[in-house]
């Protein structure tokens, strides 16, 4: 079992360079376009495709990293150069990780490739799960999974939203209700093939941040796919449905605990993206610092600017080490037991959104204007206390594990 450590080895070091080489070359000088746009910028992720950045090998090189930090170190150095590419470049990988957490073999060498798609022919996939009605309340789903036995096919009818490549992906992997009584533990999730008929595209929403990253509904209307298109296989969904009915039947509350522990280990990713925006936009506030004059002097020797940046550089300092030892903590199997997860999302979150704050306050009338990312950066920084759970949620979650209280 790797140990814990905050120094990259040799290998590391050389993928992280690779990586902030591409997000400075690359998505940086095609950040303002893409924002301005709205629109998914296909010749970045080609590009990133061409280079093997966008790419099931690449992430799952990243993702078996015995020490953890591979993805938190990706993640990192591609929101670095952009928020709304980056997710555009990563946001497959949601879908890639729900079919590698509970598809089967078969499943996982059929789907995962198509998700990509190859380079002369760039692919997206999109992960649905919330809902109008259901964001932090996943017990409060809609959409329904029924099974027609007769043919050997799911049905799927309901509305998802806040979907990440909604509507334009190939491949759409869907969390539905299938056992309405037990809540949260009556979901399950399927993969809806290409062009499958009674999918289709809901609202795309106009977004205040990460603006290339494309947001849509997905409707599914009579959505017809075969039982092979279960993740894991009913006979595996028959027994959890039988172990989830035997524990609320005996008022166990640990399975919904257990359940928790999912989104726990995936919630470090998203702050070791708002890591990522908040370095980015300390970075260009220092440097305006050094260089902006006013009174005979650069800004920086003024203490209230000075002791600002140094706020900045220490609250990204401290996020980073708490995102990488959640990180670890997953890798390694190690139980989060003081909700480590939540709490490295929160920290982090919290600083992108303060830290891009005070850049745009440092850069004073030049940072409230398109002309300087930083603009971008603190509009971008917005939703990292909002997806993966709110900072609300997990400050719920943080509480009631140190307490011992349930988590619904």
Request: aromatic residues 8%; negative net charge.
């Amino acid at each position: 079992m790797a140990e814990f450590t905050l120094e990259l080895n040799d290998d590391q070091k050389q993928v992280r360079d690779w990586l902030h080489g591409f997000a400075a070359d690359v998505i940086r000088p095609a950040a303002s376009e893409w924002d301005e746009r709205e629109e998914t910028p296909w010749p970045v992720i080609q590009e990133a495709a061409k280079v093997g950045i966008y790419s099931l090998d690449f992430y799952a090189q990243q993702f078996f990293d015995p020490t953890g930090l591979g993805i938190p170190m990706a993640l990192e150095e591609l929101f670095w150069g952009d928020a709304g590419i980056a997710l555009s470049i990563v946001g497959t990988g949601l879908a890639a990780v729900g079919v590698l957490a509970n598809g089967t073999e078969e499943q996982i060498g059929t789907w995962i490739p198509q998700m990509y798609g190859d380079v002369d022919d760039v692919k997206v996939a999109a992960f649905c799960s919330s809902e109008p009605d259901a964001g932090s309340d996943v017990a409060s789903m809609r959409t329904r999974a029924v099974y027609d036995q007769a043919k050997d096919e799911w049905v799927l009818n309901g509305t998802k939203t806040w979907a990440t490549n909604g509507g334009i992906a190939g491949v759409h992997v869907v969390v539905a209700v299938v056992d309405a009584e037990l809540g949260s533990k009556g979901h399950a999730s399927f993969i809806v093939p290409p062009n499958t008929p009674g999918l289709s595209q809901g609202q795309k929403f106009k977004k205040h941040g990460i603006r290339a990253s494309h947001t849509a509904e997905v409707v599914l209307e009579d959505v017809r796919v075969p039982g092979h298109c279960l993740l894991g296989g009913k006979e595996k969904l028959d027994q959890r449905l039988a172990r989830a009915r035997e524990s609320a039947a005996s008022g166990g509350e640990r399975v919904k605990n257990a359940a928790m522990a999912t989104f726990e280990a995936s919630r470090p990713a998203v702050g070791a993206m708002a890591v990522g925006t908040a370095r980015a936009a300390y970075e260009v506030a220092l440097d305006y610092a050094k260089t902006r004059t006013q009174f005979g002097r650069p800004i920086i020797d003024n203490q209230g600017v000075a002791f600002q940046l140094a706020d900045m550089r220490t609250q990204i300092d401290a996020a980073r080490p708490l995102v990488w030892r959640a990180s670890w903590m997953a890798t390694t199997g190690k139980p989060f037991t003081s909700a480590e997860g939540s709490m490295s999302k929160l920290y982090a979150s919290e600083t992108a959104k303060k830290v891009t704050a005070q850049a745009v306050q440092i850069l004073g009338g030049n940072g409230f204007t398109r002309e300087y990312p930083v603009e971008r950066m603190h509009r971008d920084a917005a939703i990292y206390t909002i997806f993966e759970g709110t900072s609300e949620i997990q400050r719920l979650v943080i509480a009631r594990t140190l307490s011992g209280m349930p988590i619904r």
